[in-house]
């Protein structure tokens, strides 16, 4: 244990995975918060489905590996797939789900197949740009880990700075374009900063399973708080915690996969979360209504008199 | 031009809180709101009254800039609503929003606040003195700890109140801030009326229920797609201007307003 923990700060490998899982975490979770907020929970998951073709694009067309080359070619896909579902749900009589599992399909499927045909090409660089189906975290390079910081340092440098503005967005986004914010440009932002935390899941945990790093964390931190800003903070402590703990696992065990990992350690919070949180709590939820059921007597028939009996007999 | 030719000093319509003119919203191919002229006088409690589908929703969003227009001229005191922004409070409907979202009452009424302090800016404590004030003045002030879902329907329509009264506003627009509240409530919202009215506000509500129509408002707006009539409730508010207003549905109306009517 303290081997694996000393291995934390100093093995250049276990170091890469367990941070470049700790940010996405961190920026996932914040991001994701907005999304599960605003009931567009699978929005996350259509746009990093939509950055797989855009990964494919970016290498064909430049012939590098580079990790922001291909990243920078999820983002515009990504990018270019919700505003296509927002457009849709504009513009047309297609509901917001059924946009949803359009644009999913169709630009998966365009990723697949571009993904098919760069591996039959024979080209012996294309290597391993399956890796961001799943991720596969071991393959991190501190540069690419920089990346990835410099990427969620902006991400959530906007989130801070426009905390006001988002809330009210999330919360009444008729009454913010009453007071005058351009709610449309703000949606268009919110949701942009989240293809950013997408790019920088896509080397870790994979563009199928990301979605997860977004509605997790934060579906978690609901349980636990109604206060906004202590959701935030708490969805970036659990996707922080969902990261390290499933990198950690993962190497320790005979090397897992680190992306699976990290969605299950992700998970086991969600379901701890959803039964023992105090006030939202299943189980104290269920004890609760168990020991009211216990309680419940006629209510009083008349407002005054014979009441006070009756009720000392239904607690005895 | 335009300008030096629709602003002479005697227009009476420059000088409205709210002067609306040939307004024309459509969804699609239908018309919505057809070719609206209507002013609202200075510190009137004015009710919008019309049947289910007639546009009273419509005719606010639009007016507040978050439905586009087909046609038409919508001024606030002679300008813009961009331009007047902050002389304009808002109330939406209750069910508009996720009751569930993550905040207390007290948040909720700061946002009030948030169009004057702009981009960047928090809310500091002066904004959390005219809050509490706000829930003050709505018989909320011992809920502003309570997260919002907590709240019962007439106390959540009490916030949004105050959320409105938060925004210090010269001209008010309440979404049917009476839907399916409890008495407290609506004895809260009326006085909470009577205040703002002292006070020389404007007032403008979608309201439901003819029943009361009279005794809350002092003008009335009846209004089926187009604009039926608009005036003084003591002269606008009768069973001919109704009957033209809500078509076949009448026979439920004569019940309620003409008893001595025959049927």
């Given at each position: 244990?303290?081997?694996?923990?000393?291995?934390?700060?100093?093995?250049?490998?276990?170091?890469?995975?367990?941070?470049?899982?700790?940010?996405?975490?961190?920026?996932?979770?914040?991001?994701?918060?907005?999304?599960?907020?605003?009931?567009?929970?699978?929005?996350?998951?259509?746009?990093?489905?939509?950055?797989?073709?855009?990964?494919?694009?970016?290498?064909?067309?430049?012939?590098?590996?580079?990790?922001?080359?291909?990243?920078?070619?999820?983002?515009?896909?990504?990018?270019?797939?919700?505003?296509?579902?927002?457009?849709?749900?504009?513009?047309?009589?297609?509901?917001?789900?059924?946009?949803?599992?359009?644009?999913?399909?169709?630009?998966?499927?365009?990723?697949?197949?571009?993904?098919?045909?760069?591996?039959?090409?024979?080209?012996?660089?294309?290597?391993?740009?399956?890796?961001?189906?799943?991720?596969?975290?071991?393959?991190?390079?501190?540069?690419?880990?920089?990346?990835?910081?410099?990427?969620?340092?902006?991400?959530?440098?906007?989130?801070?700075?426009?905390?006001?503005?988002?809330?009210?967005?999330?919360?009444?986004?008729?009454f913010?374009?009453?007071?005058?914010?351009?709610?449309?440009?703000?949606?268009?932002?919110?949701?942009?900063?989240?293809?950013?935390?997408?790019?920088?899941?896509?080397?870790?945990?994979?563009?199928?399973?990301?979605?997860?790093?977004?509605?997790?964390?934060?579906?978690?931190?609901?349980?636990?708080?109604?206060?906004?800003?202590?959701?935030?903070?708490?969805?970036?402590?659990?996707?922080?915690?969902?990261?390290?703990?499933?990198?950690?696992?993962?190497?320790?065990?005979?090397?897992?996969?680190?992306?699976?990992?990290?969605?299950?350690?992700?998970?086991?919070?969600?379901?701890?979360?959803?039964?023992?949180?105090?006030?939202?709590?299943?189980?104290?939820?269920?004890?609760?209504?168990?020991?009211?059921?216990?309680?419940?007597?006629?209510?009083?028939?008349?407002?005054?008199?014979?009441?006070?009996?009756?009720?000392?007999?239904?607690?005895? | 031009?335009?300008?030096?030719?629709?602003?002479?000093?005697?227009?009476?319509?420059?000088?409205?809180?709210?002067?609306?003119?040939?307004?024309?919203?459509?969804?699609?191919?239908?018309?919505?709101?057809?070719?609206?002229?209507?002013?609202?006088?200075?510190?009137?409690?004015?009710?919008?009254?019309?049947?289910?589908?007639?546009?009273?929703?419509?005719?606010i969003?639009?007016?507040?800039?978050?439905?586009?227009?087909?046609?038409?001229?919508?001024?606030?005191?002679?300008?813009?609503?961009?331009?007047?922004?902050?002389?304009?409070g808002y109330v939406p409907q209750r069910?508009?929003?996720?009751?569930?979202?993550?905040?207390?009452?007290?948040?909720?009424?700061?946002?009030g606040?948030?169009?004057?302090?702009?981009?960047?800016?928090?809310?500091?404590?002066?904004?959390?003195?005219?809050?509490?004030?706000?829930?003050?003045?709505?018989?909320?002030?011992?809920?502003?700890?309570?997260?919002?879902?907590?709240?019962?329907?007439?106390?959540?329509q009490r916030v949004f109140l105050a959320r409105a009264l938060?925004q210090?506003?010269?001209?008010y627009f309440m979404d049917e801030p009476?839907?399916?509240?409890?008495?407290?409530?609506?004895?809260?919202i009326?006085?909470?009326?009577?205040?703002?009215?002292?006070?020389?506000?404007?007032v403008?509500v979608v309201?439901?229920?003819?029943?009361?129509?009279?005794?809350?408002?002092?003008?009335?707006?009846?209004?089926?797609?187009?604009?039926?009539?608009?005036?003084?409730?003591?002269?606008?508010?009768?069973?001919?201007?109704?009957?033209?207003?809500?078509?076949?549905?009448?026979?439920?109306?004569?019940?309620?307003?003409?008893?001595?009517?025959?049927?």
């Amino acid at each position: 244990m303290i081997g694996l923990l000393y291995d934390l700060f100093f093995d250049y490998t276990l170091r890469n995975i367990a941070l470049g899982s700790a940010i996405l975490g961190l920026v996932g979770g914040v991001l994701g918060s907005f999304a599960v907020l605003r009931r567009q929970s699978l929005l996350g998951d259509a746009l990093s489905h939509a950055a797989l073709p855009g990964i494919c694009l970016a290498y064909m067309l430049t012939g590098t590996r580079t990790s922001l080359v291909l990243l920078i070619g999820a983002g515009i896909t990504g990018w270019l797939g919700t505003l296509l579902i927002l457009m849709i749900v504009r513009e047309t009589r297609i509901a917001e789900d059924a946009a949803l599992g359009i644009v999913l399909s169709v630009f998966f499927g365009i990723g697949i197949m571009l993904l098919t045909f760069i591996q039959q090409s024979n080209d012996a660089n294309q290597a391993g740009l399956d890796k961001y189906l799943f991720g596969q975290a071991a393959t991190l390079v501190q540069d690419q880990v920089v990346t990835m910081a410099v990427l969620g340092s902006i991400a959530l440098g906007f989130v801070f700075a426009l905390f006001k503005e988002f809330k009210l967005l999330s919360f009444d986004p008729d009454f913010a374009g009453t007071l005058g914010f351009p709610t449309r440009r703000l949606n268009i932002l919110l949701t942009s900063l989240t293809v950013v935390a997408v790019m920088i899941g896509l080397q870790t945990v994979g563009v199928v399973l990301m979605a997860a790093m977004l509605i997790a964390p934060a579906a978690a931190a609901r349980q636990w708080t109604n206060r906004l800003s202590r959701m935030l903070v708490l969805a970036a402590l659990f996707g922080m915690l969902a990261g390290v703990s499933g990198a950690l696992i993962s190497v320790s065990q005979a090397r897992l996969p680190t992306g699976p990992m990290v969605i299950l350690s992700a998970s086991m919070i969600v379901i701890f979360s959803l039964l023992f949180a105090p006030a939202r709590g299943i189980v104290w939820d269920t004890l609760r209504r168990r020991r009211d059921r216990g309680r419940l007597q006629a209510p009083p028939i008349t407002p005054h008199g014979g009441q006070s009996a009756s009720a000392e007999r239904g607690s005895s | 031009m335009e300008v030096s030719s629709s602003a002479p000093g005697g227009d009476p319509r420059a000088a409205a809180p709210v002067a609306i003119t040939d307004l024309t919203v459509a969804y699609r191919d239908k018309p919505v709101l057809w070719d609206i002229d209507l002013t609202i006088p200075e510190g009137r409690l004015a009710a919008i009254i019309g049947p289910n589908g007639a546009g009273k929703s419509t005719l606010i969003k639009s007016v507040l800039g978050l439905l586009p227009i087909a046609a038409g001229n919508i001024t606030f005191y002679g300008q813009s609503y961009a331009a007047q922004r902050r002389l304009v409070g808002y109330v939406p409907q209750r069910g508009s929003v996720d009751w569930d979202f993550p905040t207390d009452a007290l948040d909720v009424v700061m946002m009030g606040r948030y169009g004057r302090l702009g981009w960047l800016r928090r809310p500091g404590r002066q904004d959390r003195e005219i809050a509490l004030e706000c829930l003050r003045q709505v018989g909320m002030v011992d809920y502003a700890g309570r997260q919002i879902s907590q709240l019962s329907g007439g106390q959540q329509q009490r916030v949004f109140l105050a959320r409105a009264l938060a925004q210090d506003a010269q001209i008010y627009f309440m979404d049917e801030p009476f839907a399916g509240v409890d008495a407290t409530t609506e004895r809260a919202i009326v006085a909470l009326l009577a205040e703002l009215r002292k006070a020389g506000k404007t007032v403008v509500v979608v309201h439901h229920d003819l029943e009361t129509a009279p005794d809350y408002f002092d003008w009335c707006v009846l209004l089926n797609v187009r604009l039926i009539a608009a005036g003084p409730m003591s002269e606008v508010f009768n069973l001919d201007n109704l009957q033209r207003t809500y078509g076949g549905r009448m026979a439920f109306l004569s019940e309620h307003l003409a008893p001595g009517a025959t049927p």
